[in-house]
Structures are given as C-alpha cells and as structure tokens.
T-cell receptor, first 115, second 116 residues
Framework: GAGVSQTPSNKVTEKGKYVELRCDPI?????LYWYRQSLGQGPEFLIY????????DSGLPNDRFFAVRPEGSVSTLKIQRTERGDSAVYLC?????????????FGPGTRLTVL | AQTVTQSQPEMSVQEAETVTLSCTYD???????LFWYKQPPSRQMILVIR????KQQNATENRFSVNFQKAAKSFSLKISDSQLGDTAMYFC?????????????WGAGTKLIIKP
C-alpha cells in the first residue's frame, strides 16, 4: 500500500506569509506525528495526534504554529507570519496505534524555505 | 530529561567493510525502546533496527546489528559488508512508553559515506 505522503515537497515563501503543509498518513493509522528537522540536525518533535485530537502539542515553538486533523486522517500543519528561522524540513510520521514500540513510518518531508 | 548523543558527525568506509556507529543515551526510566533510523538523500526516514530495553539479546536485522549495553547506556549500530546504498544519515532514537505521546527523542545524526 501507499506510504506516508507529504505535499508540497518544497515550499518557498516570503517572510510574513502564511503556509500550509499537508500530510497523508498510511490508511488506518491512528497516530500521527509532526517533526521539524533543521539543516544538519536530528528531527525535533512538534505535535502528536491520536485520532482527531492533538494529544500533545508541547513541541510547537509558538502560537504561529498550528496543526489540525479534522477527520482523523489527513493532517495540515499551518504556520502564520513565517520567519526565516522557520526554514527547515517538516516531517510527518504515522503509526498504526500509539505506543513506544510502534514503528513510525515517515513521509519524505516538506522543505520550507522562508526568504 | 531524556537525551540521545551521537558523537560521530561523519564516518566513511570502503564498500564491504564493517562500520560501527556510536550512540549513548540518558534516561531515568527502566522501560524504553531504542531505534536506529536511516535517512538517505531522498529524505525518507527508514527504520533500520529496534531494541526493547528489557531484552538482553541484541537485535539483528540481516547486515545490521546492535550492541546494547544497558548499564553503560550505549546503543551502537554495526553494519557488516557495507554497501553503497548504505550511504545516508543515521539517527539513534529513544522512545518511552510512560510518556503520553511516545515521541522519538533524536540524536544529531551520523553521516555515513560508503566509498566504492
């Protein structure tokens, strides 16, 4: 079956603009994660969904970042008033259920560049 | 707080050689899981191998094996008979069941280059 997909693969925007990044998890996966990966670093956790609800959004850096998953499948990460420091690869992962042993399957990421 | 440390920013070996990537972690919990993920230039993060902390036996997946030293909090990855396709960033991770979100705690990564 299809893996996790993310669109767009690359996004270039200007400082101050609004962007949306989309994640399509593997069908049937109830857990969904967003991570941010800056150049030369490991990913850092942003937010975790179990079903439709954000079970933990403690990794979101500030209130310019918001994510939704209205139907428990597709998720959208929204960034308002983008700043140059938001430039990074945004990774989405899903797993069949929440659990430390459950493998997280990753999408290819969206590379966001804020000019 | 849980942390994961990878002290080798970059390594390179000749094809067919064996290479070991180092990872240490810090946690006060007894129940946790450790992972190695591979990220090739395509950016697709792929699980290489997984280890449950309560299991003493080291995990093995084909050419990939780990040396899990729980007391030393060390979790190294050994790649045998390395292949050109093994060239990638390798990340060591931990996950903790007692946390509400099961997020992965990531190391900074090791860039592995396999030379022909």
């Amino acid at each position: 079956g299809a893996g996790v997909s993310q669109t767009p693969s690359n996004k270039v925007t200007e400082k101050g603009k609004y962007v949306e990044l989309r994640c399509d998890p593997i069908s049937g996966h109830t857990a969904l994660y967003w991570y941010r990966q800056s150049l030369g670093q490991g990913p850092e956790f942003l937010i975790y969904f179990q079903g439709t609800g954000a079970a933990d959004d403690s990794g979101l850096p500030n209130d310019r970042f918001f994510a939704v998953r209205p139907e428990g499948s597709v998720s959208t990460l929204k960034i308002q008033r983008t700043e140059r420091g938001d430039s990074a690869v945004y990774l989405c992962a899903s797993s069949s259920q929440a659990g430390a042993t459950n493998e997280q399957f990753f999408g290819p990421g969206t590379r966001l560049t804020v000019l | 707080a849980q942390t994961v440390t990878q002290s080798q920013p970059e390594m390179s070996v000749q094809e067919a050689e064996t290479v070991t990537l180092s990872c240490t972690y810090d946690t006060s919990e007894n129940n946790y899981y450790l992972f190695w993920y591979k990220q090739p230039p395509s950016r697709q993060m792929i699980l290489v191998i997984r280890q449950e902390a309560y299991k003493q036996q080291n995990a093995t997946e084909n050419r990939f094996s780990v040396n899990f030293q729980k007391a030393a909090k060390s979790f190294s990855l050994k790649i045998s008979d390395s292949q050109l396709g093994d060239t990638a960033m390798y990340f060591c991770d931990s996950s903790h069941p007692d946390h509400s979100n099961y997020q992965l705690i990531w190391g900074a990564g090791t860039k592995l280059i396999i030379k022909p």
